[in-house]
């Protein structure tokens, strides 16, 4: 089964139930067509520019002053409901982020931000090490609406990122450090009564070191200079005051000249529903994608909760019994109306989670791998997908496309990636017997029995490198 590039996986959907979570990824824009505003502004993933709109984002441009101290320098990336800008903060000569929330939704983010749960974060005697919390936060009245900024430190890549199917993954010795640390912050986060709530790869993310002593213009020297694009509008007409005039590309950590990632991690956007229980599910389907580059539970065929409930049972056994009948209706989504809904189709592909683990591939040696056939070479459409990481993050990385098989690098997903993995390297049976213990006390159906963020801490598997 192949795996999809835009689908994740489950976790608790109810208390001991499942449920479908996406990472949190950069949308692009769809094809102009006479119902978007604008055109697509030609630097791939980007904001939806459709959100400038009231309501939506807030218009920024490169050199913008916020609250009198935050001169904007680069955008870091985007989201759903948020801008996140690179910003020198020239009151304290430092770098900071700058989360920039939609209108419609800050209110809401406000209002968390004086939950008891957020004070009992900030004032915890345990510290916030691996959990990351605005430093401080203003507003301010834009053409969109009323706009929440919250003030973050400057995070690096993602590990969804850099654990992405052929396109990156992490070394072993990462992974397993990255699990901890996540599991570690996580355990904190529950001790405090507070939920992670969207537990993804997508939310944990690498730290940067010592950015602080980097100019301006060292920044430029390093990643490049911002790139931008005009915003368009399909009409021709001038975009008014609720756009920017101009979309900037988000910039990329893993393109800097000297290293500056972090091999620490950190969780971000949490204090979220649902419960603890789900959080560790969710950590489970995280650390396999650390460890794999792919989730547990992910197909081309996940369109709905159906569908990814149907593969959660193909993998780990039927659902139990006392849950009863669990219907759904005929778009894939629960119901508890009989009349509307059916039960859980039955796949005809079983798979077990020890397969899952054993066919977890490594890097070949040099790169290079055999399998004793001769290949037809492919048209490559995107040659850098071949080209290394630079020797700054070869030791936290290293891309499956610039893997030779028979001399030809590695294309992509096609009839023939089945076949060419099979003679990649293989995760070894220490690690996978351990790895399969850890998951198997996750993946459990029941959350009385299933292991806790605190209780995984002490497990082998993350302590197979003892002078890490």
Known sequence: MLPPHDHDDGEAQDDDKVEVQDDDKLVSPSAASSWFRFLPAGLGDTEDLERYASGGFHPTHLGDVFDGRYRVVHKLGAGGFSTVWLAKDTTEDRYVALKIVVADQSAAIEARNLSPGRAALRSSSQGNSGLVIEQRHFTIDGPNGHHIYLVF????????QLSCYLDSRLTPRLARKAGYQAAQALARLHALGLCHGDMTTANIAFGLSNIDQYTEDDFTRLLGAPETAPLETESGEEPGPEAPRYIVKPLDFLDSK???????????????PPVPASDVWALGCSIFRLRSGHSPFASLDVWAPRDTVAIIASTLGDLPASWGDVLFNYEGQPTQDPEKGAPLRELVEKRSLRELVDAIYDRPDNGIAMTGTTRREREVWNKNDNIPYPPCVEGMAWKPKSTKIDNIYLYGYNEETDGLLAVMPKITAIEADLLYDLLSKIF?????????????????????????
């Open 258 to 272: 000297k290293s500056i990632i972090s091999w620490d991690v950190q969780l971000i956007d949490f204090d979220l």
């Open 153 to 160: 430190p400057v995070l690096g890549p993602s590990t969804s």
């Open 444 to 468: 459990v159906y029941d959350t009385a029995k299933r292991i806790t963020a605190e209780g995984m801490l002490a497990h082998p598997w993350f302590h197979m490198d003892q002078d890490g």
